[in-house]
């Protein structure tokens, strides 16, 4: 069973840069990959951003592009989200999600539900 820890969200106002981390926990995080999903008042859970098990390739939604960096430190379990030039827009609770390494179909890594596994979230607040 994995576990994920999310942390480093708070209230910051808008053009702050905040970081969030990802520690998990149990499994084979360096076969996994890593996604972020963010949900704001009303509104369903949206992707934000996908890293995948090497970090080589990583990619964001067009909302968050330029803005957002997806990472991870495979030695430390941990993925990260860099996130600069905040906007109230992206106030939201913040995921993050793992999922299994096997055979996904084309742009599932965009689709959560295609994770197995999630946090319990961290609260971003951007005030403007």
């Known amino acids: 069973q994995v576990q994920l820890v999310e942390s480093g969200g708070g209230l910051v106002q808008a053009g702050a840069s905040l970081r969030l981390s990802c520690a998990a926990s149990g499994g084979t995080f360096s076969s996994y990959r890593l996604g972020w999903f963010r949900q704001a008042p009303g509104k369903e859970r949206e992707f934000v951003a996908t890293i995948d098990w090497s970090g080589a390739n990583t990619y964001c939604a067009d909302s968050v592009k330029g803005r957002f960096n997806i990472s991870r430190d495979n030695a430390k379990n941990t993925v990260f989200l860099q996130m600069n030039s905040l906007k109230p827009e992206d106030t939201a609770v913040y995921y993050c999600?793992?999922?299994?390494?096997?055979?996904?179909?084309?742009?599932?890594?965009?689709?959560?539900?295609?994770?197995?596994?999630w946090g319990q979230g961290t609260q971003v607040t951007v005030s403007s």
């Open positions: 999600a793992a999922r299994s390494p096997k055979t996904y179909p084309y742009g599932s890594e965009l689709k959560q539900g295609s994770y197995n596994w």
